[in-house]
């Protein structure tokens, strides 16, 4: 079965620092706001030929311990959660 990626768009509280938005503290999904405990993993990529998007990554722990992949766009400031369908819908029980 073929799986495809969704990207919603959601809010994100970040710590700034120098370089503007530099990581997540906490996103909003479905009404609700989750607590990030830790980044477990973070990496960029960009499309080819330059210029192109710079894509940030940022794969997080909740503190309802779900691990999610949150991703940045730094030239529009928007952020997006991540999920592979048919994967279920992230919940919030």
Same mark, same amino acid.
Request: glycine share 4%; net charge neutral; charged share 30%.
């Given at each position: 079965?073929?799986k ?16 503007g938005?530099e990581s997540?503290r906490?996103?909003f %999904?479905?009404g609700?706001r989750? /607590?990030?405990?830790e980044? @477990?993993?973070?990496? +960029?990529?960009?499309?080819r030929?330059?210029p192109?998007?710079r894509y940030e %990554?940022?794969?997080?722990k909740t /503190?309802e311990e779900?691990i @999610?992949?949150?991703? +940045?766009i730094p030239?529009d ?5 991540c999920r ?7 919940s919030?029980h």
């Amino acid at each position: 079965m073929k799986k495809e990626w969704i990207l919603e768009s959601i809010e994100v509280e970040c710590y700034s620092g120098y370089k503007g938005e530099e990581s997540p503290r906490a996103f909003f %999904y479905q009404g609700r706001r989750f /607590a990030i405990l830790e980044i @477990l993993d973070r990496w +960029y990529e960009e499309g080819r030929p330059p210029p192109a998007l710079r894509y940030e %990554y940022f794969k997080v722990k909740t /503190a309802e311990e779900k691990i @999610l992949l949150l991703r +940045y766009i730094p030239a529009d400031q928007t952020w997006e959660l991540c999920r592979i369908v048919p994967a279920p819908r992230f919940s919030n029980h």
